[in-house]
């Protein structure tokens, strides 16, 4: 072979590698892109399970990353006020918050399926609607209208139906009650004479206090006892029949979610997953404990009359009934969640129902 042959089909090769080298950089500098954003949480760092569930979020995310991806977490009012989260991540201010979708119903009635609707799923059936149903798919159609993609992020099972002032025994005596409730629930309640009140989770006790509001509801025992509003209000009803299983959302600015490299995409998802397991896990271990200690400290437990219940239900189907006629959205969504709703109970009270039930009667009774 000619020498100059030899090193002139060298150096073309060479220059080959060398350019392979530099068109392979940037694909691999993609997949690991150093990325930090910002996630505003709709509640404050003293509740460690709800407000917990971003931080486990952002630490997986990190951690999965080697430290190339890294969320910075705000609580509520650091950056913005905790009821306007989703405002920010809309647009632009943040890349992602953690809150409740049913915090923006005043936008459209809709967000409230994305957490709880009353009388809706409990937290085994709200897992399997948006994991195996159409839950995702549907709700992130409409998220996408207002420029968010959501990921479920948390579940406190069902919660407490509230603290309040005075006993509730009659359908009666809602009228005229002054109560923070989320969501849907407050046009629900409203029928039977409740007047609803939309307040963020860290005002609520100075407004038990001064008599701003005569009722609440938040979560449950753990945080409920944590806020102190035992101190504040005598009675602690139960159950949430507005919050069977309600969903904490990871929304994320949907511009910037299809800007993250896919690899970013999957760790994100599968952290806000473990944060929804996680979440119910440290729900489910913590309240058995605060229930006892609220009692101690003099709270007195009732439960809502059936008579209550059942009226509450049928303002309930009236409800969705009057926003289904004028909104499509919310229609498409309910409508697909009740038929999941309809099947799922069906396999629920056979075996899962029969079973605990059986279980409850042995602790009762000393046996357990």
């Known amino acids: ?33 150093k ?30 990353t080697d430290g190339n991806f890294n969320i910075q977490v705000f609580a509520a009012g650091e950056i913005v006020p905790g009821l306007q989260a989703a405002d920010a991540v809309s647009s632009g201010t943040v890349e992602m918050c953690h809150t409740c979708s049913y915090y923006y119903v005043g936008k459209d009635p809709t967000f409230a399926i994305g957490t709880a609707i009353p009388f809706g799923l409990n937290a085994r059936l709200t897992n399997s609607w948006f994991y195996e149903g159409n839950g995702n798919t549907l709700l992130n159609e409409f998220y996408a209208k207002h420029k968010l993609y959501g990921m479920i992020s948390g579940n406190t099972g069902v919660q407490m ?48 206090e001064k008599g701003t509001i005569d009722a609440a509801e938040w979560v449950g025992p753990y945080d409920d006892h944590k806020l102190g509003f035992q101190k504040v209000a005598k009675y602690y009803y139960y159950p949430a029949f507005w919050e069977g299983g309600p969903v904490i959302h990871s929304f994320v600015n949907l511009d910037k979610w299809n800007d993250l490299p896919k690899n970013y995409q999957a760790v994100l998802q599968d952290a806000c997953s473990f944060a929804n397991t996680n979440m119910l896990a440290k729900y489910d271990a913590k309240n058995p404990k605060a229930i006892k200690q609220i009692v101690s400290e003099g709270a007195t437990l009732r439960p809502f009359s059936q008579d209550i219940l059942d009226a509450c239900y049928k303002a309930a189907l009236e409800v969705y009934a009057e926003i289904s006629a004028v909104n499509p959205d919310f ?37 357990l």
């Open 161 to 208: 139906g509230g603290w309040f002032r005075k006993e509730i025994n009659t359908v009666d005596d809602f009228k005229g009650v002054k109560m923070r409730i989320a969501g849907l629930a407050g046009k629900v309640v409203e029928k039977l004479g409740v007047v609803p009140q939309q307040i963020a989770g860290g005002d609520i006790y100075p407004a038990l």
């Open 331 to 367: 229609k498409k969504v309910y409508d697909d969640q009740v038929a999941f709703k309809r099947e799922g109970y069906l396999w629920m009270q056979l075996a899962e129902y029969t079973y605990d039930t059986f279980m409850m009667i042995q602790q009762r009774n000393g046996k």
């Open 35 to 64: 990325i930090t954003w910002r996630l505003t949480s709709s509640f404050p760092k003293s509740l460690d399970t709800i407000f917990g569930g971003a931080q486990d979020i952002a630490n997986h995310v990190k951690s999965a």
């Open 1 to 33: 072979m000619d020498r100059r042959s030899f090193i002139k089909k060298g150096a073309l090769a060479g220059t080959g590698a060398a350019a392979a080298t530099v068109l392979a950089a940037p694909a691999i500098a993609q997949e690991n892109a």
